[in-house]
């Protein structure tokens, strides 16, 4: 089941009539939010954690739901910094 924030984020994202063209999530996490808002496949997708933990398991969740990373960049940063 989705996460109700990621199907109000993707609703809002489509709509936007390809006015955005990048998505920056700066925590990410493990990912519930990007495999729900990956689908937007013409949007470039940014997604950031500072834990390498959480990155090794968002890469595998993407994995998993068999998202297509071509338009994602995923980096472990702090991104406050």
Known sequence: MAEPISIVLRERLA???NSI???VEPFSG???IAVHLSCLANKRYVLN???L???T???NNLR???VD???LEIHCKDFLK
């Open 15 to 17: 709509a936007s009539h």
């Open 21 to 23: 063209n990048m998505i």
């Open 30 to 32: 493990v990912g519930g």
């Open 49 to 51: 954690d500072w834990d």
């Open 53 to 55: 933990s959480k990155i």
């Open 57 to 59: 398991m968002l890469t």
């Open 64 to 66: 998993i739901y068999g």
């Open 69 to 71: 990373t071509n338009n």
